[in-house]
């Protein structure tokens, strides 16, 4: 015991404890830490033809060595599912310099979209496109998916996907037509005026979900005419012209077929 005591007020013993602290610490970390993530390498003929294909097309506004100019931002680290959405829903290239790049028919056909996008996903890590086993509605659901849209994206999308206005000229696009690859897509890379949607926001299985409840709302209303599927707005319009309009014009009428 006295030797035990000796050792403890030995001056070298803080420094002995502190280095066995770190030594811990630090093969903990090296066994717990995630693993870097890493470009990923695709076929290499699609990285060259990819090249060649962003060179050709892209180069002039993102760069050659896509890092961006003064009138394109860097494509670095921004994942083949970036370049996926915004070539196959014809975002890009741009058709001209409005405040929001436009949606309009593809530019290239699937074949050269995947190369340019494997070209930029070789890279630096990124966004992957999601398989289709992610995107499939049958595998959410569409309840949660409610919950989770009107929570997250119905400020902006409507409730029911149907698009709305924001500022300086952009807008929020109307769903109905989208792909359930490019809603994915767009949750995971955030384009334009969206934020992205991580894990940590919505996981996997939450986007999925969305995608269900976005399928559902295309199917035919049971309730009618849908009058835009805009909310109370546009009922609010229809009562006050067609309801309350048609009981004013049928007063006056009456009152004129009286006198």
């Given at each position: 015991?006295?030797?035990?005591?000796?050792?403890?007020?030995?001056?070298?013993?803080?420094?002995?404890?502190?280095?066995?602290?770190?030594?811990?610490?630090?093969?903990?970390?090296?066994?717990?830490?995630?693993?870097?993530?890493?470009?990923?390498?695709?076929?290499?003929?699609?990285?060259?033809?990819?090249?060649?294909?962003?060179?050709?097309?892209?180069?002039?506004?993102?760069?050659?060595?896509?890092?961006?100019?003064?009138?394109?931002?860097?494509?670095?680290?921004?994942?083949?599912?970036?370049?996926?959405f915004?070539?196959?829903?014809?975002?890009m290239?741009?058709?001209?310099?409005?405040?929001?790049?436009?949606?309009?028919?593809?530019?290239?056909?699937?074949?050269q979209?995947?190369?340019?996008?494997?070209?930029?996903?070789?890279?630096?890590?990124?966004?992957?496109?999601?398989?289709?086993?992610?995107?499939?509605?049958?595998?959410?659901?569409?309840?949660?998916?409610?919950?989770?849209?009107?929570?997250?994206?119905?400020?902006?999308?409507?409730?029911?996907?149907?698009?709305?206005?924001?500022?300086?000229g952009?807008?929020a696009?109307?769903?109905?037509?989208?792909?359930?690859?490019?809603?994915?897509?767009?949750?995971?890379?955030?384009?334009?005026?969206?934020?992205?949607?991580?894990?940590?926001?919505?996981?996997?299985?939450?986007?999925?979900?969305?995608?269900a409840?976005?399928?559902e709302?295309?199917?035919?209303?049971?309730?009618?005419?849908t009058?835009?599927?805009?909310?109370?707005?546009?009922?609010?319009?229809?009562?006050?012209?067609?309801?309350?309009?048609?009981?004013?014009?049928?007063?006056?009428?009456?009152?004129a077929?009286?006198?």
């Amino acid at each position: 015991m006295k030797a035990l005591a000796a050792s403890r007020r030995n001056r070298y013993a803080p420094a002995v404890l502190v280095l066995l602290a770190l030594i811990l610490t630090g093969a903990l970390y090296a066994v717990l830490a995630p693993k870097p993530a890493t470009a990923a390498t695709g076929n290499a003929q699609d990285v060259e033809a990819g090249k060649a294909l962003f060179e050709a097309n892209c180069s002039t506004c993102h760069g050659l060595d896509a890092e961006g100019t003064d009138i394109a931002p860097s494509l670095i680290g921004v994942g083949a599912a970036s370049v996926d959405f915004q070539m196959a829903t014809g975002r890009m290239p741009m058709a001209n310099n409005s405040p929001q790049a436009e949606v309009k028919p593809p530019q290239f056909d699937a074949e050269q979209i995947s190369q340019v996008a494997a070209y930029v996903a070789s890279l630096a890590p990124g966004p992957q496109i999601p398989t289709a086993e992610q995107v499939d509605p049958a595998g959410g659901d569409a309840a949660n998916g409610l919950a989770l849209f009107r929570t997250n994206c119905a400020m902006c999308h409507n409730a029911v996907g149907a698009g709305g206005a924001l500022s300086e000229g952009k807008y929020a696009p109307a769903l109905y037509d989208s792909t359930p690859t490019e809603i994915y897509e767009a949750m995971l890379t955030g384009p334009q005026s969206m934020p992205v949607f991580n894990e940590a926001n919505i996981d996997p299985q939450g986007k999925q979900d969305i995608i269900a409840y976005l399928m559902e709302q295309r199917e035919t209303s049971v309730g009618g005419i849908t009058l835009g599927s805009l909310g109370p707005v546009a009922e609010g319009l229809w009562v006050w012209i067609v309801g309350i309009g048609g009981l004013i014009a049928l007063a006056v009428w009456i009152g004129a077929k009286s006198s």
